[in-house]
């Protein structure tokens, strides 16, 4: 088996439902890929996704509810690919998803891949009229209502003209892939990381000081479908996380930068800035090859 894809879900079938749809088209041999569905104890159903043919295998993990980080941790102990594949069950992938991430790997060992995950905003059809659309009909119309988000066209293009030792920020599993042999490395998501935010970033953050590098790919596309949250609990949970994120490495400089990054207190120039002229002068020549710039010509950034 060459890849497992992991996707952890909570209370959203119908969103699942459309997101498997989008695996029966990829470009992928089906017989060397198996989805991992890892339901982090939802409230509702999920039947009606069991009664459904693929034509790749699936698997249904039914867990407690621990959180994201102990759900894709659930997950990848019981994969059986070369190459973990993460993405959430709320975003449909291109044909070209899965070839794009193995690719890469074959090209590297300790890589980090990171693809681009666009958005697709007010969908125009109902979830019922999207779960009755065949596979290729609704990706056509998903791929027609999508647009570049904010994060992937302006910061995460940025960042990689940054030295390696930013890269680990935009490690967000929404499409993101990893060897399967790496979590014996480096271990998995740290499950103290409760609600909603940063286990993702943290473990980024981890693979970078393990000597990983970050490839991102902006061919290696997906689909995100927007829709309502509860922001005031996400901030709540972004808040905790990030305390204990700085305070699980004694709050380094670099951790301080990224967490007024994070919060908008210091914008990108800044943190560039602060980084390069603080952190990187002994290392101020390790590059990638393929993203190497003259330092004295950088442009200002957002």
Same mark, same amino acid.
């Given at each position: 088996?060459?890849?497992?894809?992991?996707?952890?879900?909570?209370?959203?079938?119908?969103?699942?439902?459309?997101?498997?749809?989008?695996?029966?088209?990829?470009?992928?041999?089906?017989?060397?890929?198996?989805?991992?569905?890892?339901?982090?104890?939802?409230?509702?159903?999920?039947?009606?996704?069991?009664?459904?043919?693929?034509?790749? $295998?699936?698997?249904?993990?039914?867990?407690?509810?621990?959180?994201?980080?102990?759900?894709?941790?659930?997950?990848?102990?019981?994969a059986?690919?070369?190459?973990i594949?993460?993405?959430?069950?709320?975003?449909?992938?291109?044909?070209?998803?899965?070839?794009?991430?193995?690719?890469?790997?074959?090209l590297?060992?300790?890589?980090?891949?990171?693809?681009?995950?666009?958005?697709?905003?007010?969908?125009?059809?109902?979830?019922?009229?999207?779960?009755?659309?065949?596979?290729?009909?609704?990706?056509?119309?998903?791929?027609?209502r999508?647009?570049?988000?904010?994060?992937?066209?302006?910061?995460?293009?940025?960042?990689?003209?940054?030295?390696?030792?930013?890269?680990?920020?935009?490690?967000?599993?929404?499409?993101?892939?990893?060897?399967?042999a790496?979590?014996?490395?480096?271990g998995?998501?740290?499950?103290?990381?409760?609600?909603?935010?940063?286990?993702?970033?943290?473990?980024?953050?981890?693979?970078?000081?393990?000597?990983?590098?970050?490839?991102?790919?902006?061919?290696?596309?997906?689909?995100?479908?927007?829709?309502?949250?509860?922001? $005031?609990?996400?901030?709540?949970?972004?808040?905790?996380?990030?305390?204990?994120?700085? $305070?699980?490495?004694?709050?380094?400089?670099?951790?301080?930068?990224?967490?007024?990054?994070?919060?908008?207190?210091?914008?990108?120039?800044?943190y560039?800035?602060?980084?390069?002229?603080?952190?990187?002068?002994?290392?101020?020549?390790?590059?990638?090859?393929?993203?190497?710039?003259?330092?004295?010509?950088?442009?200002?950034?957002?």
């Amino acid at each position: 088996m060459k890849i497992s894809i992991i996707i952890p879900t909570y209370n959203k079938p119908d969103y699942l439902t459309l997101t498997l749809k989008s695996f029966c088209l990829m470009d992928f041999d089906p017989n060397e890929f198996e989805v991992i569905v890892c339901n982090d104890g939802s409230e509702c159903s999920y039947d009606s996704i069991g009664k459904i043919s693929y034509p790749y $295998s699936l698997r249904i993990l039914m867990l407690q509810h621990k959180g994201r980080a102990a759900a894709r941790n659930a997950a990848i102990q019981a994969a059986r690919g070369e190459v973990i594949v993460f993405n959430d069950d709320d975003t449909l992938a291109a044909p070209e998803f899965l070839s794009g991430h193995w690719t890469r790997h074959l090209l590297c060992e300790r890589v980090v891949v990171l693809g681009e995950r666009r958005q697709v905003y007010g969908a125009g059809r109902t979830m019922h009229e999207m779960m009755h659309m065949a596979s290729a009909e609704l990706l056509s119309w998903t791929v027609q209502r999508s647009r570049q988000s904010l994060f992937t066209s302006q910061i995460t293009r940025k960042i990689f003209q940054f030295p390696i030792s930013r890269h680990w920020i935009c490690s967000l599993t929404g499409n993101m892939s990893l060897k399967a042999a790496t979590f014996s490395e480096i271990g998995g998501f740290d499950e103290a990381f409760a609600g909603w935010g940063l286990e993702d970033i943290e473990l980024g953050y981890r693979l970078y000081q393990g000597g990983f590098f970050f490839y991102y790919d902006p061919d290696i596309i997906n689909y995100h479908l927007e829709h309502l949250r509860n922001k $005031s609990e996400m901030f709540r949970d972004t808040y905790k996380n990030m305390e204990y994120f700085l $305070s699980k490495y004694g709050y380094p400089k670099d951790l301080e930068y990224f967490r007024k990054l994070y919060y908008g207190h210091m914008s990108l120039k800044e943190y560039d800035h602060c980084t390069f002229q603080e952190m990187d002068r002994e290392t101020e020549d390790s590059y990638y090859p393929l993203f190497r710039i003259n330092t004295s010509q950088r442009k200002d950034t957002i």
